[in-house]
């Protein structure tokens, strides 16, 4: 199996190599803290952005974060923010409005392309996200794919990602997900990891991916060849496992379970061990596969939705509407649903006496 990066091919997949044989007991670590990436989602209230919810939802989160001493870093427009569905005017209000609340804290924002043709690459339609996010420093950016770019095959693949990095002054991370969030959307090969990975201006990137255990690939990847780069998990339905392996979470999911997620962080922590925190990954995983179960196209999209439920039961926020150009709409009863999914996470949070994660009545 291949374990050279000399021998890696545009065509190599994973299972062609040792990062794929990777056992995550290997990469254990209850030592480093690493931060706690929430993309943020963009409440709406008949039609509109209700900014009085977004701004109370990030002091929701920030106080969960102070009390049990996590780095939090916020995301703003990436799919839980409705990033594809964004003017370029709501696009910059939201940036605008974290600002007024973090005027000096730093952020990571979600960059697409803007008007972009699904077939034909053109990397100067990421530009416009880019100057936006770029003129609110400090923050970083993240590489949100599209289709025409995740179309491309692995070696043009690669050149586009450098294209678009030519107009990148920020730390940026790279972005690859599956079909479970976006149909046309495939994971990166090895070789183009590593050749985005080796990149200067990326100094990480996000794998959200549900079925396949590519975050174990990546922090093998990483970690065996002493990569500068930083594997960020996106896969909601392996929280756990980042935490475990003390990798950076960048997860929607953060949202719905943000004192639960990080209360777990605090006790896996070696200082602060309390075994009872392998009960609480349960329940937060029992949360989560609810929150982005897939429906009968295969699609976990319409999380936005659930965790909007979520957020209103707990008086965070006012409405769980959605965007109003977004069709992620669960269907059903899914207040009721997320109320029956939320009975062992707040059991859990009662007896360990996690605040700031209960019905509002």
């Not at 590489?143 to 920020?170: C, H, M, W």
């Not at 991370?173 to 959307?185: D, G, K, T, Y």
């Amino acid at each position: 199996m291949i374990s050279e990066t000399s021998d890696l091919l545009p065509s190599t997949s994973w299972e062609d190599t040792i990062w794929s044989q990777a056992r995550e007991e290997a990469l254990l670590n209850s030592v480093s803290s690493p931060r706690l990436c929430v993309a943020a989602l963009l409440p709406f209230k008949e039609g509109n952005p209700d900014w009085a919810s977004f701004e109370g939802m990030l002091t929701w989160m920030s106080n969960c974060a102070e009390h049990f001493g996590v780095e939090i870093t916020f995301v703003l427009n990436a799919d839980t923010g409705y990033v594809f569905n964004l003017s370029n005017e709501l696009y910059e209000e939201v940036i605008r409005r974290f600002r007024l609340l973090y005027p000096k804290e730093s952020f990571i924002s979600g960059v697409t392309a803007v008007a972009a043709s699904p077939t034909e690459f053109d990397a100067s339609c990421y530009h416009p996200h880019l100057e936006i996010a770029q003129a609110h420093g400090p923050c970083e950016v993240m590489i949100v794919t599209s289709q025409a770019l995740n179309a491309l095959g692995p070696e043009k693949r690669r050149d586009a990602y450098f294209k678009i990095s030519d107009q990148i002054k920020v730390p940026a991370l790279v972005h690859a997900l599956e079909p479970a969030f976006v149909p046309w959307a495939t994971p990166f090969e090895p070789w183009l990891l590593h050749q985005l990975a080796s990149h200067e201006k990326f100094v990480g990137g996000k794998i959200s991916t549900l079925d396949e255990p590519h975050f174990l690939y990546w922090a093998s990847m990483c970690r065996d060849l002493g990569l500068d780069f930083v594997a960020h998990s996106g896969d909601d339905f392996g929280i756990a496992s980042a935490i475990r392996m003390g990798l950076p979470l960048l997860i929607g999911a953060g949202v719905s379970a943000c004192p639960l997620i990080c209360a777990a962080k605090k006790y896996w922590r070696e200082d602060e061990f309390d075994s009872r925190v392998y009960k609480l990954f349960e329940a937060i995983q029992s949360l989560e596969d609810s929150v982005f179960r897939l429906d009968q196209k295969g699609s976990a999209a319409g999380y936005k939705h659930s965790t909007a439920e979520i957020l209103k039961m707990f008086g965070i926020i006012n409405s769980s509407e959605i965007h109003p150009a977004c069709s992620d709409l669960r269907g059903g009863d899914e207040a009721a649903r997320m109320r029956e999914a939320l009975a062992r996470p707040i059991r859990m949070a009662e007896r360990m006496e996690i605040p700031y994660f209960s019905f509002s009545s």
